[in-house]
T-cell receptor
Framework: DTGVSQNPRHKITKRGQNVTFRCDPI?????LYWYRQTLGQGPEFLTY????????KSRLLSDRFSAERPKGSFSTLEIQRTEQGDSAMYLC??????????????FGSGTQLSVL | GQSLEQPSEVTAVEGAIVQINCTYQ??????LSWYQQHDGGAPTFLSYNALDGLEETGRFSSFLSRSDSYGYLLLQELQMKDSASYFCAVRGISSGSARQLTFGSGTQLTVLP
């Protein structure tokens, strides 16, 4: 278990630029999540993959956000035309489908995005 | 949808016992989870209650009462390293919510010497 890996750890960008984040989940986990977290708040769900299929997407997610998980392994989250309101910590998490740990989410350390 | 409420802050002294409450509104859920997050760190799983009652894991215990839409996390023998944010979370059973874990806004626990 090497854990969930995210990169970069920090990203500073100018308003209007595109950014892409990468997540490498725990290898045997077929379920992958992206969350967004701002200071003093709990993680807010963005999207969910089961293997390579994106099965759930938050209604709060604008069309500037897109996520992929080719081949059901790593995932990328892209934000186009960034806005200052996009500044947040972007967290990736994965979980197994097999009991008894199937209700346990393993989080990466996140990518802190700052939009100037 | 789901909504969860927690106190925003709790303060206690080292060695004490503290209880962090979580009340929720949901049309149905698989169970109640608790996560710990230190400043600048990733949320880490603490406990999960699928059934009513108490689950104990070392110094931490978690409780669920479905009939009261209520749960709590109990931390005993508090240590300075327990200072962190604690989140309760549920995974709903209705379509559109079964695949996501919905988190409360978190309780910031401060442990004083």
């Amino acid at each position: 278990d090497t854990g969930v890996s995210q990169n970069p750890r920090h990203k500073i960008t100018k308003r209007g630029q595109n950014v892409t984040f990468r997540c490498d989940p725990i290898s045997e986990h077929n379920r992958l999540y992206w969350y967004r977290q701002t200071l003093g708040q709990g993680p807010e769900f963005l999207t969910y993959f089961q293997n390579e299929a994106q099965l759930e997407k938050s209604r709060l997610l604008s069309d500037r956000f897109s996520a992929e998980r080719p081949k059901g392994s790593f995932s990328t989250l892209e934000i186009q035309r960034t806005e200052q309101g996009d500044s947040a910590m972007y967290l990736c998490a994965s979980r197994s489908a097999r009991p008894p740990t199937n209700e346990k989410l393993f989080f990466g350390s996140g990518t802190q995005l700052s939009v100037l | 949808g789901q909504s969860l409420e927690q106190p925003s802050e709790v303060t206690a002294v080292e060695g004490a016992i503290v209880q962090i409450n979580c009340t929720y509104q949901t049309s149905g859920f698989y169970g109640l989870s608790w996560y710990q997050q230190h400043d600048g760190g990733a949320p880490t799983f603490l406990s999960y209650n699928a059934l009513d009652g108490l689950e104990e894991t070392g110094r931490f215990s978690s409780f669920l009462s479905r009939s009261d839409s209520y749960g709590y996390l109990l931390l005993q023998e508090l240590q300075m390293k327990d200072s962190a944010s604690y989140f309760c979370a549920v995974r709903g059973i209705s379509s559109g919510s079964a695949r996501q874990l919905t988190f409360g806004s978190g309780t910031q626990l401060t442990v004083l010497p």
